[in-house]
């Protein structure tokens, strides 16, 4: 049973710029989160998506986006890259219909650089 | 509004010794939490959970916590540490219930010296 996977593992991106990245749930999830992780820090509450919604959001602007697809796999997307957007973006899915929404597996992380 | 305190970004103890990592938190309802670890360029793992269930929570690798809702603690306990035990540790608090919105601490790094 493959966990949660995410694309790409790095990438190097430059001011201005947009990026995608792309995250994959663990069978049987359905709902996926997104979480930034800046060098030292704790991982921050990007935004989640359940039944191709954004249902929850954290404080963020509104360059940060996102969807989910049919089959629960997900993008974030950033717009207008800042020096600033640098970090480890990580995904985590988990089931509500199964009523472990807490319960929250998260993937490997993709390394985004602005240059 | 709920938030994690984690005392000490970086903790040393020696292996075999024990090892004691603090979290203290703050929520307006009651929370579920949780301890997760990260090891070098890797995402986070599980180690273990509390749901309103029993207040001692034992999780993977020998680790446990106690939540004490007096103290509004969760620590983070192992007897013995072990050097495959180095890693940042992160706690973590969600509202029991509905979508679940997690709440992380900014960190402790373990250090085990041999």
């Known amino acids: 049973d493959a966990g949660v996977t995410q694309s790409p593992t790095h990438l190097i991106k430059t001011r201005g710029q947009q990026v995608t990245l792309r995250c994959s749930p663990k069978?049987?999830?359905?709902?996926v989160s997104w979480y930034q992780q800046a060098l030292g820090q704790g991982p921050q509450f990007i935004f989640q998506?359940?039944?191709?919604?954004?249902?929850q959001r954290g404080n963020f602007p509104d360059r940060f986006s996102g969807h989910q697809f049919p089959n629960y796999s997900s993008e974030l997307n950033v717009n207008a890259l800042l020096l600033g957007d640098s970090a480890l973006y990580l995904c985590a899915s988990s089931s509500l219909l199964q009523g472990t929404g807490w319960e929250q597996y998260f993937g490997p992380g993709t390394r985004l650089t602005v240059t | 509004a709920q938030s994690v305190t984690q005392l000490g970004s970086h903790v040393s103890v020696s292996e075999g010794a024990l090892v004691l990592l603090r979290c203290n938190y703050s929520?307006?309802?009651?929370?579920?939490l949780f301890w997760y670890v990260q090891y070098p360029n890797q995402g986070l793992q599980l180690l273990l959970k509390y749901t309103s269930a029993a207040t001692l929570v034992k999780g993977i690798n020998g680790f446990e916590a106690e939540f004490k809702k007096s103290e509004t603690s969760f620590h983070l306990t192992k007897p013995s540490a072990h050097m495959s035990d180095a890693a940042e540790y992160f706690c973590a608090v969600s509202p029991s219930g509905g979508y679940q919105k997690v709440t992380f601490g900014t960190g402790t790094k373990l250090q085990v010296i041999p």
């Open positions: 069978s049987g999830h359905d709902t």
């Open positions: 998506y359940y039944e191709e919604e954004e249902r």
């Open positions: 929520s307006s309802v009651p929370p579920y």
